[in-house]
């Protein structure tokens, strides 16, 4: 059943929150969707009427109708991110940006297509698992967690850090990204840390480093 595409953001938002392992609370959607508490509160209880949320203590959570919608908007989106690096050669921000578009309109032919030419790969560029691929989810940890001498491989640029202005262009441009290898230079109190990847120094702030999930 076709939704409104307001109706899709938020079951987006709500799942990807979740596969953060974020609290998903009316707050912090308003904060990742950029709008008001009260435009959140208003539509959680349309959310709520249609049968695509329920609200357990003050956490929001999708039903499963809300998850089937949710999956395939997430799916299409990825789909789309990878279609729009590997094929049209666009950056990561880029990409991003018009997956956001695409994620509303593509239909299930498109989607199949696009699938079968992209040989059906199981990750957006930025490491995320696409929905109903095969998938297999690596055993990975926090880049933040290493110690100084610690080699890496770069797995997951998790969602969160996608709605982190300038970062993916940052980490993009750092090389920063699935499948590069690299080692844990040092790390200071705070958490930041200098990592060499493909033979360069780079900087990561702790924000960064604590959701940056590596394998190591």
Not at 144 to 173: D, K, M, Y
Request: glycine share 6%; proline share 5%.
């Amino acid at each position: 059943m076709e939704r409104h595409p307001a109706f899709e953001e938020y079951c987006e938002c709500i799942f990807e929150l979740h596969e953060d392992d974020l609290d998903v609370i009316q707050a912090r959607i308003a904060e990742r969707l950029e709008v008001s508490r009260a435009s959140v509160s208003q539509m959680i209880d349309k959310l709520t009427k249609a049968g695509l949320v329920e609200t357990v203590d003050n956490h929001v959570q999708l039903t499963g109708e809300g998850t089937n919608l949710a999956t395939t908007v997430v799916r299409r989106h990825r789909l789309a991110e990878r279609f729009l690096t590997d094929v049209l050669g666009l950056s990561w921000a880029e990409a991003h940006h018009e997956a956001g578009k695409w994620e509303h309109v593509m239909s299930d032919s498109v989607e199949t297509a696009m699938n079968r030419l992209l040989g059906a790969p199981t990750t957006c560029p930025h490491g995320n698992p696409i929905p109903g691929s095969s998938y297999v989810d690596p055993d990975t940890r926090p880049l933040g967690t290493l110690s100084a001498g610690t080699e890496f491989t770069v797995s997951r640029i998790p969602e969160e850090l996608e709605f982190t202005p300038g970062l993916l262009e940052f980490l993009e441009s750092s090389s920063i990204q699935p499948g590069r290898r690299g080692h844990v230079s040092s790390v200071d109190r705070d958490g930041s840390m200098e990592v060499d990847v493909e033979g360069r120094r780079i900087s990561v702030d702790a924000f960064a480093s604590a959701r940056i999930l590596v394998t190591a």
